[in-house]
């Protein structure tokens, strides 16, 4: 796990519950950045690293995910992750998954994941532990080519601007989300 540039990584388990939810965002992009779109969430937490979007908001390369993030995942209120994705679309395919959604792919997916664990054993055991994040959402890219490459193919490096720019509306309807409920209460 290494945090960008501009948003250094605090301690794992750190307490962010006197921030609200649009504060308390953690932006985890997974993937290999050695094969080519594969890395494609690795590349949306780069592209993000570059826009503002609040200094408490962390972003986060997660690589080819580990139960290390387990604490990071715990910590959030909104937690969203980037990663390749098997959609069944054509290469370059960004799709949106919100909370149940979420669940139900990474439940029906059959895609076997080269990440070290897969991304539902970290949801699962932040269940098991009381600890899941309040809102969650997957942002994933459908992938052209899996093979030995730093760089993601022309159709997919497309679509990494497309995934980073839909992560921004979901930070700022979070944000507005939170407001509305504030002046209901």
Do not use: C
Not at 55 to 66: F, N, P, Q
Not at 80 to 91: G, M, V, Y
Not at 98 to 117: C, I, K, T
């Amino acid at each position: 796990m290494q945090a960008t540039a501009d948003r250094p990584a605090t301690a794992p388990g750190s307490s962010h519950t006197d921030r609200p939810v649009a504060e308390r965002t953690t932006i985890i992009g997974i993937g290999n950045s050695l094969m080519t779109d594969d890395g494609a969430g690795v590349h949306v937490v780069q592209a993000l690293g570059n826009r503002k979007l609040g200094e408490h908001i962390r972003v986060l390369d997660g690589g080819t995910l580990s139960f290390t993030l387990l604490d990071e995942v715990e910590a959030a209120e909104f937690l969203i992750i980037a990663d390749a994705a098997e959609l069944h679309s054509e290469p370059g395919t960004v799709q949106l998954f919100r909370d149940q959604e979420m669940d139900a792919y990474l439940g029906s997916s059959n895609r076997p994941s080269v990440h070290e664990v897969n991304l539902m054993d970290v949801l699962m055991a932040a269940r098991i532990r009381g600890r899941m994040p309040k809102r969650y959402a997957l942002v994933g890219i459908q992938p052209q080519s899996i093979g030995w490459g730093t760089e993601p193919s022309p159709t997919v490096a497309r679509a990494v601007d497309q995934a980073a720019s839909i992560i921004e509306q979901l930070i700022q309807t979070a944000g507005r989300a939170e407001q509305l409920e504030e002046t209901s209460a």
